[in-house]
């Protein structure tokens, strides 16, 4: 005999793992494919269990079929998850259809019933209602009700999921078995990989990839003891496992499209690492019990949504292990993000079974009613939660369950103090009150109470977060509970590769003095005010709006991606920078008749020009409305400074031009608004255009995110004592000052009872040396802000550390440090002009490749920081010519050779005939831009010959040519302005 590599033997193997695991084999003459109902288990089942509910109906004529009548009926219209859940009712007879998992061993009854339920496997199920021949290769049914479908290939014969894919998308979803709501899920299942779908719709059937992930990425790992996907029938479908997603996982959901009305059914089924993350969590909770910290990092496109939810609904029905008493009172679901909240908030209300169980609190009065009226679940932000939580004060005999959404800072420092402290409850009556005492207590506060566990969701860990919410191995790294990578979720199509479409563009351009005399400058300073000045120029502005427009009208408006639907948008560097782009978009939109317009966001009032402007103002609606005016035909590009660079998901983003600094978890966030897939409109590929960063810079910020992200080591708190000892040096307050202050402030003195002590401290700090006073102003931030972020996670309590802390938190503001260089950086800007601006793509289309390494984050800098002295300083020519060096590099030619050339270029364009005409008398800016460039490029023709290097490159870079044309138009203005000076 030899292996038996058939589809046929596949289905024998999975089959016999089911029997094994207590299923009963049924048999394909038993299906009713009209009812798509095994009814000899149907019957079996509720003679066993419900005979007596059964004995009501049985003097009815033909009563059996009444039932199964009233049982198609209700699956038609409400899917069998709903009866399943909730039984049949028939006349006066109620049915139960399946009964549910017992919570422990001491409830013998249930356990009995839980048993009596009939779960059958059925192989080659003959489905059809009109047709005898085609068949599904396996269905499994609870009680006669089928609840999954599978498909099954093998690979050794030349057979893949894929074609298990495309049979099931070859089916008649007319087919009662595979009617919406029929079937909880139809699994595609080859020996390495398993997908799964919800609904059947011909071809335009959706599949998900339920695998585990290996080496965090797509696929399954091996499996010592038998094929890759046996975890589907050895773990997933068994008996206990089933009931559990149909009791806790499994929804049907009826959602209302917001703009057209129109109501619209989805069922939920977890994808893998979704049922995973949730029952880890919850098996470690009962085994841990309160108290714990977790820390999930799954990427954008794991469906954290869903993920935060079921969690949040299972642990409020957790019980001990030994199964006798809730484990939490209420779960609080915490959200960094107002557009995310409203999500969660809609996503629990719509899988929300029990009413009346869900609170939306924006005050301390709401969370306290929902409290006191059995609220169980409680949505909030982190803006609100410190305010939410002032007045509760009585909450330590209560256990909680704290869902945090994108934990970062906010979650590491001050922001969460409040919340830690209302819920450890460290004020109560018993307050103490000794002044050492009320320290410690503010201490204990501040670490994460004993009555609360904290689980996590973030996609970028930071190191902080690591360390306050991650598991401590035994070699004292921190890492993540569970891990659902970007890596995996790229590879499985759930998120677009942002990086695979990358293209960067450097500008040149070239600065010249403007004063007759030398003055020095802050070498590094003037740099990076020179370029600012440059970048936030107007004119600046203007030419690079323009290549996004052009990029944008030839390669998404044109070519009608996402059926011309597909929108973009720009990210600035700051308020004023959106400003302007916005402004220069709307013109250039305008002048060309363009029948859509731009958006732009941001928070607050920005005056530019002499002019206050709003969103509200530019845009001509509310700022709350732009998420929602966005999704229009008439908006298409949303300028942003970093509004939105979180939180903030638009399938139908599809291209990005980004002039803005960005590194680190900020680089992945706001890169990342590109790409949530869009499956309906063909979205496969991502676009950006990027002014400011270096594709290593981008690769740099993403590395550590794309696998699996760990902490190096903890971090060194014993540099607060270093800067406690440098700053006690300093003699700017005595040791007595610090601890009657902490009297004062914790005894709730008025701010004018602290203000004389802070000032007496502040008036020592004015009269040192100005050179001494920036390193104690920096030394001072840097103990507060260490000192927040690891006091809640260090294993001790320092009470001088306690109470310097919050001393130095309300002196820093009063201490002013000037900056000696800032006067004359200030008049840096007023000494040059900008002569020359141009722009050249030095990667186009380029893939950023990452790194499959798992990555490891350093721990907050142990080195005490000081002020930087003696910066180097250089006089304006020499500065310039360093600035023009390193940014003005987009001809193979000197600065002062590729001046000569422009100049040349422009004095052929006005010696032309038609210049006067067509240019210095044409009132019409467009037009006299038009004749303009006419000119400029009749001049390169005729000087081609001479300048043969310079004519290919303005032929070939349409961004070279139009830099090029912006430098020519600047000095053609400058020309006819000012005609007394010579070019």
């Not at 979650?411 to 410690?440: C, F, H, R, T, Y």
């Not at 732009?600 to 845009?619: P, S, Y």
């Not at 052929?908 to 800016?925: E, I, L, T, Y």
Request: charged share 30%; aromatic share 10%.
């Amino acid at each position: 005999m030899v292996s038996d590599p058939s589809e046929k033997a596949l289905e024998g193997l999975i089959e016999a793992a089911f029997l094994a695991g207590g299923y009963a084999l049924g048999n394909n003459a038993d299906f009713d494919a009209d009812l798509a109902l095994d009814t000899k288990q149907f019957w079996a089942f509720l003679e066993a269990t419900q005979s007596d509910e059964l004995d009501k109906l049985r003097p009815r004529h033909n009563w059996q079929r009444l039932v199964l009548e009233r049982l198609d009926r209700k699956i038609k219209k409400d899917g069998v998850l709903t009866v399943l859940k909730k039984g049949l009712s028939v006349d006066d007879a109620h049915l139960k259809l399946l009964y549910r998992l017992p919570y422990n061993t001491k409830t013998p009854e249930v356990t009995r019933l839980f048993d009596a339920n009939i779960f059958s496997v059925t192989r080659q199920v003959y489905f059809s209602t009109s047709d005898s021949n085609p068949s599904v290769d396996m269905v499994l049914f609870i009680n006669g009700l089928p609840v999954v479908s599978m498909e099954l290939k093998q690979p050794w014969k030349g057979q893949t999921v894929y074609h298990a894919r495309k049979q099931y998308q070859d089916r008649d979803a007319r087919e009662p078995l595979f009617q919406f709501g029929r079937c909880l899920v139809h699994f595609a299942v080859d020996t390495d990989l398993v997908d799964m779908t919800t609904k059947l719709s011909g071809k335009s059937t959706y599949f998900l990839p339920f695998n585990k992930g290996d080496a965090h990425g797509k696929g399954n790992p091996i499996n010592p003891t038998g094929h890759k996907t046996a975890y589907l029938w050895d773990e997933v479908l068994t008996r206990h496992s089933l009931t559990n997603i149909i009791e806790h996982f499994a929804k049907l959901v009826e959602e209302e499209d917001p703009d057209t009305g129109k109501k619209k059914k989805t069922l939920f089924f977890p994808r893998y690492h979704q049922l995973d993350v949730v029952r880890q969590v919850l098996a470690d909770v009962r085994e841990q019990g309160v108290g714990q910290r977790y820390l999930i990092q799954h990427s954008a496109g794991s469906g954290k949504s869903n993920s935060i939810t079921w969690l949040g609904y299972q642990l409020i029905e957790t019980y001990d292990a030994a199964g006798e008493q809730n484990l939490f009172d209420s779960v609080i679901v915490v959200t960094d993000r107002r557009v995310l909240d409203r999500q969660l908030k809609d996503n629990i209300r719509a899988f929300s079974e029990v009413k009346n169980v869900v609170a939306h609190a924006f005050s301390s009065a709401e969370l306290k009613s929902a409290l006191e009226n059995g609220k169980k679940l409680i949505i909030t932000t982190i803006q609100k939660f410190p305010h939410i939580l002032d007045g509760i004060t009585d909450l330590t005999d209560r256990k909680f369950a704290v869902i945090i959404d994108e934990a970062h800072s906010s979650q590491s420092g001050s922001a969460a103090d409040k919340m830690n402290e209302a819920i450890s409850g460290s004020v109560d009556e018993d307050e103490p009150e000794d002044l050492q005492d009320k320290i410690l207590a503010a201490m204990e506060a501040r670490k994460m109470g004993a009555n609360a566990s904290f689980f996590a969701f973030t996609a970028t860990p930071k190191n902080t977060t690591l360390e306050r919410f991650g598991q401590q191995n035994s070699d004292g790294k921190f890492a993540p509970f569970h891990l659902y990578s970007m890596k995996q979720a790229i590879e499985e199509g759930f998120i677009l590769d942002v990086l695979k479409n990358y293209t960067t563009s450097k500008s040149y351009y070239e600065l010249q003095k403007s004063v007759e005399d030398n003055p020095e400058f802050n070498t590094k300073k003037a740099q990076s005010k020179l370029r600012a000045y440059v970048e936030a120029d107007a004119t600046t502005i203007k030419t690079k709006a323009g290549i996004m427009l052009d990029h944008f009208e030839q390669n998404v408006v044109r070519t009608k991606k996402l059926k011309g639907k597909a929108k973009s948008m720009v990210v600035t560097r700051n308020i004023e920078s959106a400003i302007r782009y916005y402004m220069a978009l709307r013109e250039a939109l305008s002048a060309s008749g363009s029948p859509y317009r731009p958006l732009v966001a941001f928070t607050g009032k920005k005056l530019i020009d002499g002019v206050e402007h709003t969103e509200d103002t530019l845009n001509g609606f509310p700022g709350g409305d732009i998420a929602k005016k966005f999704k229009t035909d008439e908006f298409r590009i949303l300028v942003v400074a970093n509004k939105f660079l979180t939180g903030f998901d638009e399938p139908m983003l599809t291209t990005m031009y980004v002039d803005k600094k960005l590194q680190h978890v900020l680089a992945v966030q706001a890169l990342s608004r590109l790409n949530r897939s869009n499956n309906k409109l063909g979205k496969e590929e991502t676009f950006i255009l990027d002014f400011h960063n270096t594709v290593e810079d981008i690769k740099d910020a993403f590395d550590p995110f794309y696998t699996s992200t760990a902490l190096s080591e903890p971090t060194d708190v014993n540099v607060l004592h270093d800067l406690k000892d440098a700053l006690d040096d300093t003699g700017i307050y005595d040791w007595a000052e610090v601890v009657e202050f902490n009297e004062m402030f914790f005894a709730s003195a008025d701010a004018d009872q602290l203000s004389p002590l802070l000032d007496t401290v502040v008036d020592r700090f004015n009269d040192l040396a100005e050179e001494q006073k920036p390193d104690i102003k920096i030394k001072s931030k840097q103990f507060v802000k260490i000192y927040a972020q690891v006091a809640c996670i260090i294993p001790f309590t320092n009470a001088n550390w306690e109470m310097l802390h919050w001393f130095l938190k309300f002196l820093i503001p009063k201490l002013k440090v000037k900056d000696p260089d800032q006067d004359e950086i200030n008049g840096l800007l007023e000494s040059v002009d900008l002569t020359t601006y141009g722009l050249e793509r030095v990667k186009i289309g380029h893939t950023i490749a990452l790194e499959d390494a798992n990555s490891e984050l350093e721990p907050l800098n142990p080195n005490p920081r000081s002020a930087h002295v003696d910066p180097d300083k250089d006089p304006l020519d020499l500065i310039i010519a360093a600035f023009n060096e390193r940014y003005f590099t987009g001809w193979d030619a000197t600065p002062e050779e590729q001046r000569v050339k422009l100049v040349n270029l422009l004095k052929h364009a006005m010696a032309d005939p038609a210049f006067h005409d067509k240019v210095v008398n044409n009132s019409d800016s467009q037009n006299r831009r038009i004749a303009s460039e006419a000119l400029f490029e009749k001049a390169m023709r005729n000087e081609r010959r001479k300048e043969i290097d310079l004519y290919k490159k303005y032929a070939s870079d349409e961004n070279f040519k139009k830099g090029l044309h912006d430098a020519l138009l600047r000095m053609m203005e400058k020309a006819i302005s000012r005609p007394e000076i010579s070019l």
